[in-house]
Nanobody, 124 residues
């Protein structure tokens, strides 16, 4: 059974940084997509960043390009999202999710496995 455990959320001020972590366990396949997806109250989910685990291909939401970086530790099956220069409008629950290798990176509905989410609150 695939399990994803996120950590690293919290309350920060605008302009601050946070690093989220996602530990994946129970994976029986080596080629998959890992994404970070956020949902703010009253808004639809959006994929912030994603990559195919076995390639260098990256996706970033336009509004986070240059500020957010997604990277991984292969040995520990752990993905990370480094978020810099955070903005109040980026307050949301951030989820780590995994999908099949063929999915569209930017499509939240195509991800199969989800973590419990971690709250990120950015105060102005």
């Amino acid at each position: 059974q695939v399990q994803l455990v996120e950590s690293g959320g919290g309350l920060v001020q605008a302009g601050d940084s946070l690093q989220l972590s996602c530990v994946a366990s129970g994976l029986t396949f080596s080629n998959f997509v890992m994404g970070w997806i956020r949902q703010a109250p009253g808004k639809e989910r959006e994929v912030v960043a994603a990559f195919r685990w076995s390639s260098a291909n990256r996706y970033y939401l336009d509004s986070v390009k240059g500020r957010f970086t997604m990277f991984k530790n292969n040995a520990k099956n752990t993905g990370f999202l480094q978020m810099n220069s955070l903005k109040p409008e980026e307050t949301a629950v951030y989820y780590c999710a995994i999908g099949e290798s063929w999915i569209t990176l930017a499509s939240p509905d195509e991800y199969t496995y989800w973590g419990q989410g971690t709250q990120v609150t950015v105060s102005s």
